[in-house]
């Protein structure tokens, strides 16, 4: 099918004309003031086409095309992570405007008879049950354009519905082309649409760059329609900050703040979750927390975090995609990263936990400890200024103060394992790969480089062994 000529009436309407939804998300946002394409900037942890993304996938769409310009290949790869193979991409190679984004996927879709459904990547609140409704509106309408409207307070930067004295549309006027007149009007474009897919194509070639701006304006293109006869519905929508765009940083912040207000009044109010200070804590909308937890100033949680019941969080500490089980207790201004805590662990203050560290039900790490992709066993304990990385660590045992694996021989990671009840001594170093036995004893100071056998204490640098505990039970 070729797109509509002019003045072409549009076939009758099939009730269930398949739905596209087609994502701008070309523009570099000049308002941003940044060197990263605006829907790349972040909002509560994710890309802003995250949320556009996410919601075009709950309408159940046939097919999902967004129009990409700056960092393609970032922005493809932000809205795979949401909706993996089902969107499709078009670029659009030089931004000249939002007419001329559309019309870079014109190849994907003016020979159907779709409804198209345009959306911005920067409108990261607009919800599934507007759109439906805005949809349904728009299918049993005659119209073959819908424009979503809403009134603000302060219009400016917007473009304008401009109306007849009979209230009826007549075209959008962007704010830079608008008359002083004009600019007075409050009703604004939110830049989201449908259209059907021909009608939009045969009226966007007709579309001239002659604006302000020198751009394509996909806003010229409802008043083409209504010259031809077609007709153009406008509705107009409650909530303002729904539909609103993000175009500078001030504004991201805005929509930051209101989302984690969102989501930690939910933690309180639904899931029990004491904040001393709601203004002050950060916690990402995938985040889960358990009743009874208390959550201290300036704690962020990142990512997907589930924390059990009753933990404690002090101030300063970050914990990111990480499993907390329940009671356990944060000191301040820890680190943690994708790690898990069993139950009843105490961690910090300052400590660090990276790398998949594994804490086992009952055990504590203490001030100035990292540990990376090591695993400390039942009520072990490590309480003071000590490296362990790529260690196993058994039960009942004791980290002394200054313990180091040396992990590393400048080119490879080798293990440590150091089985359950032993003490290694304060400022020991473990030379790795090695290996400290069930019961063993390291002295103060000791630099173990060969593996000590199980109850045996050793000392000394290299550290040799001093003596047998007792007789090891084989
Ligand atoms: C647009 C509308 C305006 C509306 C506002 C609502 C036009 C001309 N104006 O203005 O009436 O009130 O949205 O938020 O459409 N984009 C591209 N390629 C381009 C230009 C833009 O992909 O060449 C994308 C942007 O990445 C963005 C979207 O289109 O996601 C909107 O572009 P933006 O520059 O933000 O338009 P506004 O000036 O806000
Ligand atoms: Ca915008």
Redesign the pocket.
């Known amino acids: 099918m070729e797109p509509l000529e002019k003045g072409q009436p549009l076939p009758p309407r099939q009730p269930d004309q398949p739905l596209v939804v087609l994502i701008?998300?070309?523009?570099l946002?000049t308002r941003m003031k940044s060197a990263r394409a605006?829907?790349l900037h972040e909002l509560g942890g994710l890309p802003l086409i995250t949320y556009v993304c996410r919601t075009a996938q709950s309408l159940g769409p046939e097919k999902i095309l967004v129009?990409v310009?700056h960092q393609a290949g970032e922005v493809e790869r932000a809205v795979r992570n949401e909706v993996g193979g089902r969107a499709a991409f078009v670029t659009?190679t030089e931004?000249?405007?939002?007419g001329?984004?559309v019309m870079a996927a014109q190849a994907q879709l003016w020979s159907s008879d779709n409804l198209v459904l345009i959306l911005?990547?920067?409108?990261p609140l607009i919800r599934q049950a507007t759109l439906e409704g805005f949809i349904s509106q728009h299918r049993t309408s005659a119209a073959v354009c819908s424009i979503l409207s809403v009134r603000l307070e302060n219009p400016t930067g917007?473009?304008r519905i401009i109306r007849d004295e009979s209230d009826r549309f007549l075209r959008?006027v962007?704010q830079k082309d608008a008359t002083p007149e004009e600019q007075a009007v409050k009703e604004?474009?939110?830049?989201i649409y449908c259209f059907d897919a021909r009608k939009l194509f045969a009226a966007l070639k007709r579309v001239k760059p002659s604006n302000q701006q020198g751009?394509y304006?996909?806003?010229d293109v409802p008043q083409i329609l209504l010259s031809d006869g077609d007709q153009v519905n406008v509705q107009l929508h409650g909530n303002a900050r729904e539909v609103s765009?993000i175009?500078t940083r001030a504004e991201l912040s805005e929509f930051e703040n209101l989302m984690r207000r969102n989501t930690i009044r939910k933690l309180m109010v639904d899931d029990g979750v004491t904040f001393l200070d709601p203004s002050h804590a950060y916690v990402s909308a995938e985040a889960e927390l358990g009743r009874d937890c208390i959550i201290f100033p300036g704690v962020s949680i990142e990512g997907k975090c589930v924390i059990g019941e009753g933990c404690e969080i002090r101030s300063g500490t970050r914990i990111t995609n990480s499993r907390l089980g329940n009671n356990v207790l944060v000191k301040d201004h820890c680190v943690i990263i994708d790690s898990e805590i069993e139950s009843n662990c105490a961690v910090g203050p300052f400590a660090h936990l990276r790398m998949n560290a594994v804490l086992a039900e009952g055990s504590v790490v203490g001030n100035f400890v990292e540990v990376k992709k090591s695993r400390l066993g039942r009520r072990s304990k490590a309480m003071h200024l000590s490296y362990l990385g790529d260690a196993t660590i058994g039960e009942n045992t004791n980290i002394g103060a200054g313990t180091v694996t040396c992990n590393y021989d400048g080119k490879d990671k080798h293990p440590t394992i150091i089985e359950g009840d032993v003490r290694i001594g304060s400022d020991t170093m473990l030379v790795a790969p090695v290996k400290v036995g069930k019961g063993s004893v390291t002295a103060a100071g000791s630099v173990v480089t060969e593996d000590v056998p199980p109850n045996t204490l050793v000392a000394g640098v290299p550290a040799v062994v001093k003596k047998k505990l007792k007789n090891s039970e084989k």
């Open positions: 701008l998300a070309a523009g946002g605006k829907v129009v310009g659009q931004q000249r405007g939002t001329d984004a911005s990547g920067d409108v917007y473009g959008i962007e604004i474009n939110s830049g751009e304006y996909l806003t765009g175009n």
